[in-house]
């Protein structure tokens, strides 16, 4: 069986922003040769698919600037220092839809970019979804679009929705509802 694994010789962190690192890793490499990596260090996020009371699931519209569009999304967001993924999913999905769930329930977790990043994100179902508030940072800036299960797939299948973490969490919920 060949050995893939590379051993970290040394790291140093290039850039250290408000909540991602970029680092830069000398390693040694499976056929003993020096390598360098470099990833980015992120603090994880939670991702939730929340089905409203009529069935319909709550996606969101953002302006998203890395890629100069707007874009369409389940609610999510990065954990805060000594988070859990789950209050990190309940907090979001009150922030961002205004809601609180009273049965949130692990679906999986993804790595959206394993070249370069370790980002982790859990998804999660959350039902029994009551009316609060929403309490949106001051630079977030969203539209809601309450969307039945089927068009929300066709709109995967027809290339409008793109985001990785939309994709798999409305293809569980597919899978676990039919």
């Known amino acids: ?29 499976p056929n ?9 260090k992120h603090p994880g996020a939670a991702c939730c698919v929340p089905i ?4 319909d699931i709550v996606l969101i519209k953002q302006y998203r600037y890395s890629l100069k569009r707007e874009m369409i999304e389940l609610p999510a967001g990065k954990r805060n220092k000594n988070e859990s993924f789950e209050e990190c999913a309940r907090r979001e999905l009150e ?8 049965k949130l329930t692990f679906l999986t977790d993804i790595h959206p970019a394993i070249g370069f990043t370790n980002e982790k994100i859990n998804l999660y179902l959350a039902e029994g979804l009551v009316k609060t508030k929403m ?11 309450p969307t039945k299960l089927h068009d929300a797939l066709k709109m995967v299948w027809e290339g409008t929705i793109t985001d ?5 969490g409305l293809t569980w919920v597919q899978k676990r509802f039919g």
């Open 1 to 29: 069986m060949k050995k893939l694994k590379e051993k970290e010789i040394s790291s140093k962190t290039v850039f250290k922003g408000k909540f991602l690192t970029v680092k830069q890793d000398s390693v040694l490499l």
């Open 32 to 40: 003993g040769e020096i390598g360098t990596r470099e990833w980015i």
């Open 52 to 55: 409203l009371p009529n069935g």
């Open 95 to 102: 922030e961002e839809i205004g809601y609180k769930t009273n």
């Open 135 to 145: 309490n949106l940072d001051k630079d977030e800036f969203l539209e809601l679009k």
């Open 164 to 168: 990785v973490k939309t994709i798999i």
